[in-house]
Nanobody, 127 residues
Framework: QVQLVESGGGLVQPGGSLRLSCEASGFTQDYYAIGWFRQAPGKEREGVSCISRNGGSTKYADSVKGRFTMARDNAKNTVSLQMNSLKPEDTAVYYC????????????????????WGQGTQVTVSS
């Protein structure tokens, strides 16, 4: 059974940093692209960052480029999202998601393509 469990969310002041982690189980992570998505109240879920099954390709939303860094460790079945220079508009529930792909460098970040989702972790950026 595929399971994704996020951790690391919380309350942080503008300009601060947080590191989100996603622990995966129940599947061989080598065959799956992984993504971080977020959803703010009243808004659609959006892709934040996605990484290919081999870690060789990573995509970022324009709004987070230069501030967020995604990484994966297939040996430990974990992915992380380092978030720096956080802004109030980064406030949202952050989700980790996975999808199986045959393409090694496929890092497409369309939410509708992801079939496995975690429960989410709240990130609040406020002074």
């Amino acid at each position: 059974q595929v399971q994704l469990v996020e951790s690391g969310g919380g309350l942080v002041q503008p300009g601060g940093s947080l590191r989100l982690s996603c622990e995966a189980s129940g599947f061989t992570q080598d065959y799956y692209a992984i993504g971080w998505f977020r959803q703010a109240p009243g808004k659609e879920r959006e892709g934040v960052s996605c990484i290919s099954r081999n870690g060789g390709s990573t995509k970022y939303a324009d709004s987070v480029k230069g501030r967020f860094t995604m990484a994966r460790d297939n040996a430990k079945n974990t992915v992380s999202l380092q978030m720096n220079s956080l802004k109030p508009e980064d406030t949202a529930v952050y989700y980790c998601a996975a999808r199986r792909t045959v393409l090694y460098f496929d890092a497409d970040c369309s939410p509708e393509r992801y079939g496995y989702w975690g429960q989410g972790t709240q990130v609040t950026v406020s002074s």
